[in-house]
C-alpha cells in the first residue's frame, strides 16, 4: 500500500477504542480560520455532512500551537487536529481519509480500483507540494516583513518553553529545526523561482487531465476535489489568479467556479474577517510594538536628560 493510501484510506490515530461508540458524540476540529490544512478538513466535513464541534488555535502571533497542551494532542504542532471521543487524527490527509471512511453521507473515495488510485495519486501531489514556502515567498511589504516577524517570535517562544517543559524538548525542537528549513527555503530565491515554474507545469496538467472529464479525478466529485479546491483557493490569493481564468487554462476556470458554487465552498472561511484579525492578532502585536514604542521613547528620554545634564 502506497504512503498516500494508507494516509487517506487509514490516517494516523493515537488511539481508536471503537468508532460505533465514538460516533454518537460530534467530533472536535481544532483549527484556524485561514490555515489550508484546517480549509479542507472543515470542506469534507461539509461535503459529508457532518456535524462538528470546533475549537480555534490561534496560530498567529498568539502561537497557541505551541502551548504544552496541544502539544500533547499534536505533538507536531500544527493545526487542524480531530478529535472524535479518545482518537486523535492528525494532518489533513489523515483527517479527510478518516472522515470519509467512519461517518456517513456522500462517498468521496471511489470504490473502482483505478480511479481510487487516481483521486490517492491528487491528493499526493497536493501534499507533497511545498506550498507554505510558496506563500511565504509571493509576500510583499507589511505582509513579508510580519511573516519574518512571527518566524523569529516562534523561536523566541520555542526557547522560552523548552526551558520551563524539558519533557516535551523533542517535540519543540523538531520544530526549530522545521522553521529553520523553512527560513532557508524562504531565502532561497532560485528554489522559489522554481517553485512558480512547478505551479505553472502543475496547472498545466490539470487543464489538460480537465480536457477528458469533469472533475479532477473521474466522472464525480471526489476528496482530490475538496483538497484541491483549498489548494486553488490559496493560489489565487498568493498572486496565481490570472493562472486559474479562462483566458490561460478554460478547463481549470471551469472546474474551479463549479468546487466555488458548491455550498461546502463556505465553510472554508477563506479569509479573516476585520474582527477576526484584531481578536486573533491585535493582543500580540499590540503589545509587541507598545513595547517597542515605550523602549524607544525611554532611549530618547534617557538621552535627552543626559545631555542636558551634561551641558548643565
Do not use: C
Request: proline share 5%.
Amino acid at each position: 500500500m502506497s504512503s498516500a493510501k494508507a494516509k487517506v484510506e487509514g490516517g494516523e490515530l493515537l488511539e481508536l477504542p471503537g468508532i460505533a461508540a465514538q460516533s454518537k458524540s460530534a467530533p472536535t476540529l481544532y483549527h484556524f480560520p485561514i490555515s489550508l490544512g484546517s480549509q479542507q478538513v472543515r470542506l469534507v466535513l461539509a461535503e459529508k455532512q457532518v456535524a462538528w464541534d470546533g475549537q480555534i488555535v490561534n496560530t498567529g502571533p498568539a502561537l497557541e500551537n505551541l502551548e504544552p497542551w496541544y502539544a500533547k494532542l499534536n505533538p507536531q504542532l500544527v493545526v487542524p487536529t480531530l478529535v472524535v471521543g479518545t482518537t486523535i487524527v492528525t494532518g489533513a490527509v489523515q483527517i479527510v481519509g478518516f472522515v470519509n471512511e467512519h461517518f456517513p453521507g456522500p462517498e468521496l473515495l471511489p470504490s473502482e480500483p483505478e480511479q481510487r488510485d487516481e483521486v490517492l495519486r491528487w491528493i499526493e501531489i497536493q501534499d507533497q507540494f511545498p506550498l507554505r514556502e510558496l506563500g511565504y515567498a509571493r509576500t510583499k511589504g507589511m505582509v513579508r516583513w510580519f511573516q519574518r516577524w512571527s518566524l523569529r517570535q516562534q523561536r523566541s517562544r520555542l526557547r522560552r518553553l523548552i526551558r520551563k517543559n524539558p519533557e516535551l524538548r523533542d517535540i519543540y525542537e523538531a520544530k526549530r529545526a522545521e522553521l529553520d528549513g523553512l527560513e532557508r527555503g524562504i531565502h532561497h530565491r532560485i528554489g522559489m523561482s522554481e517553485l512558480v515554474d512547478e505551479v505553472e507545469v502543475l496547472l498545466d496538467e490539470i487543464e489538460v487531465t480537465l480536457e477528458q472529464r469533469e472533475w479532477l479525478a473521474g466522472p464525480n466529485y471526489t476528496l482530490a476535489d475538496a483538497m484541491w479546491t483549498a489548494v486553488l483557493s490559496k493560489l489565487e490569493q498568493i498572486g496565481f489568479a490570472r493562472s486559474l481564468r479562462s483566458h490561460r487554462r478554460p478547463e481549470v476556470a471551469r472546474w474551479y467556479a463549479q468546487l466555488r458554487e458548491r455550498p461546502s465552498w463556505d465553510s472554508m472561511i477563506r479569509r479573516l474577517s476585520a474582527w477576526q484579525v484584531l481578536r486573533f492578532y491585535g493582543p500580540s502585536v499590540a503589545k509587541t510594538f507598545l513595547l517597542f514604542w515605550v523602549l524607544k521613547w525611554m532611549i530618547v528620554i534617557g538621552l535627552g536628560w543626559l545631555v542636558a545634564h551634561l551641558r548643565g
